[in-house]
Structures are given as C-alpha cells and as structure tokens.
C-alpha cells in the first residue's frame, strides 16, 4: 500500500473571499455578491463539483492508451442542487448537495459498447467520485485559537 498525503491552506483574504494554497499553486473562491461575496472566483461547491470533472478527465486521459481507447475531444458536464436555506442556518435541511449530476462527451471513432466500458473504468478509478460517492472519512484536527496582544 502506498499512501499520499496532500495538504492545503485555506486564508481569509477578505469578506468571503478566500486564497487556497497547495504544493505552490493558488486559487481564489469566493461567493457571488448576493451571497456578500465579491464573486472573483468559483464559490467552495463550484469548485467541488469542477474537481469531479476534472478527475474524471485526468483518469481517462491517464488510462485511454492502457486500455487501447483514443478519443480526440472529451469533457464533463456537471451541476448540482443545493437548498441554500440549509447552508444559510434558516432550516434544517442538509447544507451539503443533494445531488450531483455529471455527463461525459467524447468525441471517439470507438464503438458505443468500448467508450461506455471505457467510461465505467474511469468512473471506478476516480479518486474523487469514489470520495464523493463513499462518504470519505473527515476528521477535525481540532482549533488552534491565538491571542493577539494586547
């Protein structure tokens, strides 16, 4: 068994906004201006639903010459539902998507019968659809609360 860490930060720039940080790279999320934000990035669950799609393309860019299948073009759409109430505190209904729907097109001289085999492989080697789709264990490493001078 191999085991890979990754690590992020994630820093208050302002209001809502917020740079994430990761092996050098950043990126900015952020929430659209109804919701206070100052929307110059994709907001937490945007960002989420991009990170499956992206995946999902990596792994099959990653395993289309292993299992013999060319394609010129692919790309995955997603979107997801979400009752904002849940995450605003005004019920309580789960904050989290209810649901998450995606469709893969590919461009591919393949038969219909190898892309979509093709497809159910990268569907069960995606890191994180399977994160999504099995309840990925998250565990709070508690807060380390800092006291300004005074």
Request: charge should be negative; include cysteine.
């Amino acid at each position: 068994m191999v085991i890979t860490t990754m690590s992020s930060r994630a820093d208050l720039v302002e209001k809502l906004q917020v740079e994430v940080k990761t092996r050098g790279h950043k990126v900015i999320i952020d929430e659209p201006t109804r919701l206070g934000g100052t929307d110059e990035g994709m907001n937490p669950l945007e960002l989420l639903i991009s990170s499956l799609g992206a995946c999902q393309t990596i792994v099959a860019q990653m395993s289309a010459k292993k299992l013999g299948v060319q394609y010129h073009h692919l790309t995955v759409e997603l979107e997801g539902d979400i009752d904002t109430d849940g995450f605003l505190g005004l019920s309580d209904i789960r904050p989290g998507f209810l649901e998450i729907r995606y469709k893969v097109n590919i461009i591919s001289d393949e038969p219909q019968k190898k892309i979509e085999e093709f497809i159910s492989y990268v569907e069960a080697h995606c890191p994180a659809l399977d994160s999504l789709i099995n309840g990925v264990k998250v565990v709070s490493q508690g807060v380390n609360v800092q006291q300004t001078e005074k």
